[in-house]
């Protein structure tokens, strides 16, 4: 396989991922249901290979489980498993932001306030894809303006898009809300303080986690079965009570 076909596997296999979640988030694919490959690479217009690795990564997520002779099947993961990768990215994003801080401009900080924008805009809307993008891609341009290609790698693993996906999706979750959590994060990070931008980032996971803890616990799965007719029309997909994060005390200190 040449280098440039698999690059364009790897970015097929992550548009079906894509798909395939949000079929099992609306419930299309409820709990218990079987995931064909086949019939999603013919629906998607793919060949079956993209649709593997997809169901390898939404294992690897705690959406699906394969087992030999039997092939994929949807799961619900615990909010336990959901909740996870809320503190882990709260390190690395504190640990980005601190990297990151020193070299970042005027114009890093316009990119991140569009993203915000675009978080609200969705949310008006009622388009969780493009919350998510935006809220994933906020997230993602911190760790990139750190330049460090292993924090990036180990961030990745993390699959912060499908994880933010699966908290716009759930029923009651406030997601107006979801992209307000966003503004102290930005103001911290517009102060140039590393202390500021630290506290505020973990802030900000803490109450995203109590948020989905709270919501997951109280939805209930639906019934299991076969999965529904269709995933959708074939590829390319569309682009991509806690305490509240408060910056008044660190102004104040800093002011002080």
Do not use: C
Not at 144 to 171: D, K
């Amino acid at each position: 396989m040449t280098r440039d076909a698999a690059i364009s596997r790897s970015v097929l296999s992550d548009q079906v991922k894509d798909r395939l979640l949000q079929a099992i988030l609306d419930g299309r694919y409820p709990p218990g249901a079987r995931i064909v490959e086949t019939r999603v690479a013919r629906e998607l217009g793919t060949s079956q290979a993209p649709v593997r690795e997809a169901l390898r990564d939404l294992e690897a997520l705690g959406v699906v489980e394969t087992t030999a002779f039997r092939g994929a099947r949807v799961r619900r993961p615990s909010a336990d498993e959901l909740l996870e990768a809320f503190a882990i990215r709260a390190e690395l994003e504190s640990l980005g932001a601190r990297i990151a801080i020193p070299r970042l401009t005027d114009e890093d900080l316009g990119v991140l306030a569009a993203y915000v924008d675009e978080m609200r805009r969705a949310a008006e809307e009622g388009d969780y894809y493009a919350e998510a993008t935006a809220d994933a891609a906020f997230h993602g341009r911190i760790i990139e303006l750190a330049g460090n290609a292993t924090l990036e790698r180990v961030w990745r693993t993390l699959e912060p898009f499908s994880r933010t996906y699966i908290t716009l999706i759930v029923p009651g979750v406030d997601r107006r809300r979801i992209a307000e959590l966003h503004v102290p994060v930005l103001a911290a990070l517009g102060l140039r303080d590393p202390e500021a931008a630290s506290v505020v980032l973990h802030d900000h996971f803490a109450a995203a986690a109590a948020m989905l803890a709270s919501l997951w616990a109280e939805t209930a799965p639906p019934a299991a079965g076969d999965a529904l007719p269709g995933v959708g029309s074939a590829l390319p997909v569309p682009r991509r009570a806690p305490r509240e994060p408060d910056l008044t005390p660190l102004l104040a200190a800093r002011s002080a």
